[in-house]
Structures are given as structure tokens and as C-alpha cells.
């Protein structure tokens, strides 16, 4: 069993940045995929941004792009999502979600494990 753990979350204004942090509870962090999903109130976890187990290969919706930036640093366990040019549309709740093996996409049901998400407010 894994577990992660979201940090970093909190009140922005509008165009300001944040960086999320994921920790994730295993000796064997590198042999997992992450990706970070979004939950706004009343709506669908949606899917952010994902990397494979080195880094060399990330994946973003389109809605972020440019903006976000996933990265990992496998010496800490430990996955970051660095958000600029935050807009009012970024409020949610942000997920991290593991998967065992190489799966870098946006399909939420492919990954085993989930923290209990940390809330990002962006101000107008």
C-alpha cells in the first residue's frame, strides 16, 4: 500500500503562482507514474498533468498547459506541480494519484493510489 500526501495548497490572487508538493510512502517511488487531477465544487475530478518514473516524459491538459509544470524528484519521493498564472478557473481541490509501472495519461481510473487533496483558491 502507498500513500501520498498533497502540501502547498492555499489563497492566491489571480495571476499569482503556487507549487504543490506530492509525498508518496515507498522504497520504490521510481517505479511509479504521478499525476495530479483537480475537483471543482459540483464538477468531475479532472485530470492536470502526469510524468513518468524519470521525468523524461510529462503530459498536461490543454487548460494548463503552459502554465503548470509537473516535475519529480525521486531522492525525496516527492512530485511537484508548479502553477503560474493562476486564474479564478484553477479553484479546486488538487489531487495526486499514483500508478505502478509507466502510465503517463489522463484517465483517473488508472491510478491505484490518491492523497486526500489540498485546496487551491484563486482570487479575482
Known amino acids: 500500500q502507498v500513500q501520498v500526501e498533497e502540501s502547498g495548497g492555499g489563497l492566491v490572487q489571480a495571476g499569482g503562482s503556487l507549487r504543490l508538493s506530492c509525498a508518496a510512502s515507498?522504497?520504490?517511488?521510481?517505479?511509479?507514474?504521478l499525476g495530479w487531477f483537480h475537483q471543482a465544487p459540483g464538477k468531475e475530478r479532472e485530470f492536470v498533468a502526469a510524468?513518468?518514473?524519470?521525468?523524461?516524459?510529462?503530459y498536461y491538459a490543454m487548460s494548463v498547459k503552459g502554465r503548470f509544470t509537473i516535475s519529480r524528484d525521486n531522492a525525496k519521493n516527492t512530485v511537484y506541480l508548479q502553477m503560474n498564472s493562476l486564474e479564478p478557473e484553477d479553484t479546486a481541490v488538487y489531487y495526486c494519484?499514483?500508478?505502478?509501472?509507466?502510465?503517463?495519461?489522463?484517465?483517473?481510473?488508472?491510478?491505484?493510489?490518491w492523497g486526500q487533496g489540498t485546496q487551491v483558491t484563486v482570487s479575482s
Open positions: 515507498t522504497r520504490t517511488f521510481s517505479n511509479y507514474a
Open positions: 494519484a499514483a500508478h505502478f509501472g509507466d502510465y503517463v495519461g489522463s484517465n483517473l481510473h488508472s491510478y491505484e493510489y
Open positions: 510524468i513518468n518514473w524519470n521525468g523524461a516524459t510529462t
